[in-house]
């Protein structure tokens, strides 16, 4: 099958790739499993990474600074007219000269860090009365559906499938400041494959035991739907047909 190919289609809509945002990449510290040259020269130099500026970890913001990404946090400035990310705690634009993708409110990834606030999140665990984290949690995932995200992605920091959330253990503090260690069992497996189903909250997962992999997951899942967002572009523009068989480059010649 021949496929859709993305560096004629931006240069087919006359996109400014001569003009990059960021020239400050560090391509030596790069993964060598990170391949893709599309992805590579002619995504990240124009990707920014946006955050939201509530995050309690700030991995993200120094995994962008290690490897030359562009980053900006999201925060509510009443001078500036700026808000905080409504919702999710990453998203990304892309921007090409004058030409500016921005996501925000379209995309959102929401990241999880701690097996033992998620299992929280996935029982319904009581922290404040009358509430209960799982109410919180779907709450949460129904807003992406209710004000319309095209995608949403939950960051695992933890397990490399999800399977490996089967029987994970944390340590908690217990009954006299006790620490006790707790088995999750099937139950954050259960949930999240309930609730990644299109009939539930139907997000998307990506997971991984280091925050360098997960990293470059991160990135890699935004330049793919960064890629059929321009392919449509195409599509709509009628450069192309609605074919995944087609190869852009005999069309555009």
């Avoid at 299992?119 to 949690?137: A, F, W």
């Avoid at 994970?168 to 707790?182: I, P």
């Amino acid at each position: 099958m021949k496929r859709f190919d993305y560096e004629v289609a931006v240069n087919q809509l006359k996109l400014g790739k001569e003009k990059k945002l960021n020239e400050n990449i560090r391509y030596d510290l790069i993964p060598s499993w990170v391949q893709g040259n599309d992805f590579l020269k002619l995504f990240l130099p124009y990707l920014k990474v946006i955050g939201d500026s509530r995050e309690q970890d700030k991995w993200v913001e120094s995994a962008c600074q290690y490897y030359g990404i562009a980053f900006e946090w999201a925060k509510k400035d009443k001078k500036a007219n700026t808000e905080n990310l409504k919702e999710g705690d990453y998203t990304f634009k892309v921007i090409f000269g004058e030409r500016e993708f921005n996501f925000v409110g379209v995309v959102a990834y929401e990241r999880k860090g701690s097996v033992a606030e998620f299992y929280g999140n996935c029982t319904g665990q009581k922290k404040v009365k009358g509430t209960s984290d799982r109410e919180r949690i779907k709450r949460e995932f129904d807003r992406f559906t209710e004000k319309g995200y095209k995608k949403v992605v939950l960051m695992l920091e933890f397990g490399e499938k999800l399977t490996d959330l089967i029987g994970l253990q944390f340590e908690f503090r217990g009954e006299g400041g006790k620490l006790q260690v707790k088995n999750t069992f099937h139950t954050i497996y259960s949930a999240v494959m309930s609730w990644k189903q299109p009939n539930n909250k139907g997000f998307d997962v990506i997971q991984s035991n280091s925050h360098k992999k997960l990293f470059w997951l991160f990135l890699q899942d935004c330049y793919y739907y960064f890629r059929n967002e321009i392919r449509q572009e195409c599509i709509d523009k009628n450069m192309i047909e609605n074919l995944n068989v087609l190869n852009a480059k005999e069309i555009f010649g």
